[in-house]
Nanobody, 123 residues
Framework: QVTLVESGGGLVQPGGSLRLSCTVS????????MGWVRQAPGKEREGVSC?????????LYSESVKGRFTMSVDDEKNTVYLQMNNLKPEDTAVYYC???????????????WGQGTQVTVSS
């Protein structure tokens, strides 16, 4: 019932920008927590951002992306976005969209995951 479909990954030069999209179905946007998680080769998975169940609380960002990445939602299109600016080689990873019933999980144990999309930052 719950499905997350991602798009927007690709190859970009350092300093460039990409916007990832995650179209959701099976639940109402804003009711569950929504997050972006990435995993680089040889690295542990890292929480990138999370929008919690309280719409009046600010979106959470990891320190490594704060000020460069922006998460947003479009209720009409039922889509979550991750705008990534000033990309760095260390941002290279598979990016996953995920949702959690309770709230943003600190252990990254989200209830549902998208398929992931590859982001490669290289010159």
């Amino acid at each position: 019932q719950v499905t997350l479909v991602e798009s927007g990954g690709g190859l970009v030069q350092p300093g460039g920008s990409l916007r990832l999209s995650c179209t959701v179905s099976g639940f109402t946007l804003g009711y569950y927590a929504m997050g972006w998680v990435r995993q680089a080769p040889g690295k542990e998975r890292e929480g990138v951002s999370c929008f919690g169940t309280d719409p009046y609380e600010e979106i959470l960002y990891s320190e490594s992306v704060k000020g460069r990445f922006t998460m947003s939602v479009d209720d009409e299109k039922n889509t979550v976005y991750l705008q990534m600016n000033n990309l760095k080689p260390e941002d290279t990873a598979v990016y996953y969209c995920a949702t959690n019933v309770i709230d943003c999980p600190q252990d990254l144990e989200y209830d549902y995951w998208g398929q992931g999309t590859q982001v490669t930052v290289s010159s």
